[in-house]
Nanobody
Framework: QVQLVESGGGLVQAGGSLRLSCAAS????????MAWYRQAPGKQRELVAG???????NYANSVKGRFTISRDNAKNTVYLQMTSLKLEDTAVYYC?????????WGQGTQVTVSS
């Protein structure tokens, strides 16, 4: 059984940085597509960034140049480095694993950007 545990969220001022981590337990991390999503109040959940098992990445236009997704297969962990944070980045951030035909989700971590 796969479990995803996010950490690293918190309160940060606009322009600041945070690094989110997602630790995966269970099998299959190294062969899975990993991603970060976020959901702001009253909005739909949206894809922020994704990374393939080979390390290819993709980003939402709104975060390109500011966020970086990476993974450490030896530690079964995926990261999201967030810089130049904006008020509109405030949301609950969720880790996602696509393992074959099954999607797994973490419980989410709150990121709040203040002015």
């Amino acid at each position: 059984q796969v479990q995803l545990v996010e950490s690293g969220g918190g309160l940060v001022q606009a322009g600041g940085s945070l690094r989110l981590s997602c630790a995966a337990s269970g099998s299959g991390f190294s062969i899975s597509f990993m991603a970060w999503y976020r959901q702001a109040p009253g909005k739909q959940r949206e894809l922020v960034a994704g990374i393939t098992r080979q390390g290819s990445t993709n980003y939402a236009n709104s975060v390109k140049g500011r966020f970086t997704i990476s993974r450490d297969n030896a530690k079964n962990t995926v990261y999201l480095q967030m810089t130049s944070l904006k008020l509109e980045d405030t949301a609950v951030y969720y880790c996602n694993m696509q393992k074959v035909l099954t999607a797994y989700w973490g419980q989410g971590t709150q990121v709040t950007v203040s002015s």
